[in-house]
């Protein structure tokens, strides 16, 4: 069990940068993803961590010493990979003794780790078997047995799921989870799949070119993102952005406004800014009375609807369609969850309202956060025309 | 008028009207509807050639060593026995008594009385060479492809560039290098003896020396197939996820081990198929041996059996002769092929 520390770790190779002054501070017994697009530089991350690959500048340290320069074996590590990396000509008991031989345990002890580790992953009656008799679910068990018997102090797991169905990914999911709260070691896990990021950890980094963009806990990083690219690449369906200009009285765009008070907000008219705004906080107008701060009352058209049992995606458009170019097209149109029982159809005129209080708006220069959520104002609860094209659509 | 085209297509194609009737099927209609029947313009020409000019020359090989075919005229079938095989290895302990003068770097001594009043010489000498060349150069062909493909996998700069040059010598023919090896085994103008005597040592004969003129044939193959070894083994190589060796390092193992333990366990296929090339190939090595001696007459201590083989078939006209050392042969060639054969079936590979 130990902390882990990177201290502005970069890694360049010849002209690309992989990792961009990295700063990441992993408490002792923490789960935490790394979480971002393919190429990223999320895996690099974390072979700087293992020691397979050198940083090109900065310190890596776990417990209190630093391993920039240490090979693998003497970091305390032991890591679970993407392919399982089983290898072909060993059983499955060779497999997860391979470590341990290697380091010249005595047979005992090497039998007594070996049976502790596959009784935890649900090994039973398979130490005998060549891993090309299993299962993928089994393989990766195998895996990640190999991984506990050395007692490492941390985890690393390169994407250990992502060669999995889904149905067994879910239930691996479960299994690890439960595997951390019974080791209690660190374990830092690189996925690019949020929807893993998010029910696993307890804090996730979210990494872009090789940059940190944000490291907090899932729910934090979901309603509180930092800044475009964590907005958009955290949540499932992503969030909706729609660009726009500060006015004197809030926010304009193509399609819509928003009222608020820019000088609360340090914002100045004529400042380009991105408003976002999740699925779930837009609401069709006739629920304005169960939202908590409803927005003015914007006049759409429905689009596209997909039924996923639980919910009703609904894509509205808000322009008028026919002027606008493909692009403009995208940016006016708005995402919708509505409860399953909705009557909502295709190509049906309908009026939306925002959820005020959990309106983000970002920065367009440095696609920073500059709030999450609007203040209330006096305004709240009137309607007001707003002064869309979408109006005159009939 | 008959329409030919139509009448193929009738016969050719599946019938649609299926009938049940009980279980009796018209036979002359099922005969000519069968797949096998069928399929016959594509694979009976074939299936004939190769019978014909593989498997019955194989045969009437095997039937013309039980002759006693000599010299001119047409063989006498009417006499077959297994005098010729008792011939070719009559005495093992003598056979085997004539190998050791010329290990030890003499000629072969007179013979034994008990076969000298044979036609024929028994082949203990020329087989023993056969192994020594099939051994040895398959072992050190392997161990140098695959030190050559560890070292060209390690990411190096130019690595198609070495890959190429160490693979260019396996495009050519037996005969051009063997002539280039006689150059470079030159006693005057070779590079091997120009730098021996530049170093202030005598000129050393090579091809010509009963003591070194195997190694040298062994040493000349080994430049021309190692580079085969390489690329069979750096596909088992590449075929090995980098995930493996990274494994392998955090468990602990040093570069050795974990090329011991975790890397050539898995380059077992790829050394059984390139031994089983290099083996073959070695066996056959007769066209480079004829080059390299302006003829079959290589000598005894380089003579193999597919030297000796030609020699006593074209220069003694011992026919049925000949044909024996040629069964030998492929029996020995069966002996090697037929297990990884075996093995690749039972591993359902074939």
């Not at chain 1, 820019?262 to 629920?287: I, N």
Request: net charge negative; charged share 20%; with cysteine.
């Amino acid at each position: 069990m130990a902390r882990v520390k990177l201290e502005h770790v970069t890694k360049r190779y010849e002209d690309v940068t992989a990792v961009d002054d990295m700063n990441l501070d992993i408490r002792d017994g923490e789960f935490v993803c790394l979480v971002g697009p393919s190429g990223c530089g999320k895996s690099t991350t974390m072979e700087t961590i293992a020691g397979l690959t050198l940083p090109t500048e900065g310190e890596v340290y776990i417990g209190d010493r630093e391993v920039t320069r240490l090979p693998p074996k003497d970091r305390g590590i032991a890591m679970v990979f993407q392919n399982i990396a089983l290898f072909p000509h060993m059983n499955v008991k060779d497999n997860i003794s391979f470590g341990l031989r290697l380091r010249k345990y005595d047979s005992e002890e090497i039998d007594r780790r070996v049976q502790r580790a596959s009784d935890i992953v649900q090994l039973e009656g398979m130490l005998e078997r060549m891993p090309d008799e299993m299962s993928g679910g089994q393989r990766q068990r195998v895996a990640i047995a190999r991984a506990i018997v050395r007692n490492p102090d941390v985890f690393l797991m390169d994407e250990p799921l992502a060669n999995l169905d889904a149905k067994l990914r879910v239930h691996m999911r479960t299994e690890l989870q439960r595997l951390h709260k019974e080791l209690e070691t660190t374990i830092i896990y690189v996925t690019h799949d949020q929807a893993e990021a998010m029910t696993m950890s307890d804090r996730i980094a979210v990494i872009d070119s090789g940059e940190l963009q944000q490291i907090d806990p899932p729910l934090v990083c979901y309603n509180e993102p930092a800044n475009l690219f964590v907005a958009g690449f955290i949540g499932s369906p992503s969030m909706n952005f729609t660009p726009g200009r500060v006015t004197d009285g809030g926010f304009t765009s193509e399609s819509y406004d928003i009222e608020f008070d820019p000088a609360s907000l340090g914002l100045s008219p004529g400042d380009s800014v991105t408003l976002g705004v999740r699925p779930e906080d837009v609401y069709p107008a006739e629920q304005r009375a169960s939202v908590s701060d409803p927005s003015m009352t914007i006049e759409a058209r429905t689009d596209v609807i997909e039924p996923m049992g639980d919910e009703i995606f609904v894509y509205v458009v808000t322009t008028d369609e026919m002027e606008m170019d493909f692009e403009a097209a995208e940016a006016g149109q708005l995402l919708m969850s509505v409860s399953p029982d909705s009557t909502i159809d295709v190509d049906q005129d309908i009026e939306v309202v925002l959820d005020r209080s959990k309106v983000h708006l970002f920065d367009d220069e440095t696609g920073q956060a500059i709030c999450h959520g609007l203040s209330p104002n006096a305004q709240t609860g009137t309607t007001t025309e707003t002064e869309t094209e979408a109006g005159d659509d009939d | 008028m008959r329409n030919p085209i139509a009448l193929l297509r009738r016969r050719w194609s599946d019938s649609d009207d299926v009938r049940t009737d009980g279980g009796t099927v018209d036979s002359g209609q099922s005969f000519w509807n069968r797949d096998s029947v069928r399929s016959a313009p594509f694979w009976l020409p074939p299936f004939l050639l190769v019978g014909l000019f593989v498997y019955g020359a194989i045969l009437w090989n095997i039937v013309l060593s039980l002759t006693d075919f000599q010299g001119l005229g047409s063989p006498d079938y009417s006499n077959l026995d297994f005098e010729n095989y008792l011939a070719a290895l009559a005495d093992p302990i003598d056979g085997l008594l004539s190998v050791l003068p010329f290990v030890n770097g003499g000629a072969v001594e007179a013979r034994s009385p008990s076969w000298a009043q044979l036609s024929v010489e028994p082949i203990w000498n020329s087989a023993w060479n056969t192994v020594v060349l099939m051994v040895g150069f398959t072992v050190v062909c392997l161990a140098l492809g695959l030190a050559l493909a560890i070292l060209v996998d390690h990411k190096i700069r130019y690595e198609n560039t070495f890959r190429t040059i160490y693979l260019l010598p396996m495009s050519l023919s037996f005969v051009v290098t063997a002539k280039f090896w006689l150059y470079m085994y030159n006693v005057e103008t070779g590079l091997i003896n120009v730098v021996i005597t530049s170093l202030g040592f005598g000129a050393v004969e090579i091809v010509q020396n009963p003591d070194l003129k195997l190694p040298a044939v062994a040493f000349a193959l080994v430049w021309q197939f190692s580079g085969y070894a390489m690329i069979v083994y750096l596909a088992g190589l590449r075929a090995i996820p980098t995930s493996h060796f990274e494994a392998a390092r955090i468990d602990g193992a040093s570069t050795l081990r974990m090329y011991r333990r975790v890397v050539l366990p898995q380059l077992r296929t790829a050394t059984v198929s390139a031994l089983v090339v290099l083996t073959v190939f070695a066996l056959k090595a007769f066209d480079f041996l004829f080059s390299m001696y302006s003829g079959y007459q290589p000598g005894p201590s380089a003579d193999i059996l597919a030297t000796r083989m030609v020699r006593e078939a074209y220069a003694n006209q011992n026919w049925a002769y000949g044909s024996t050392i040629a069964v030998v042969l492929f029996v020995m060639a069966l002996f090697i092929v037929t297990p990884y054969i075996y093995s690749q079936y039972q591993r359902g590979e074939l």
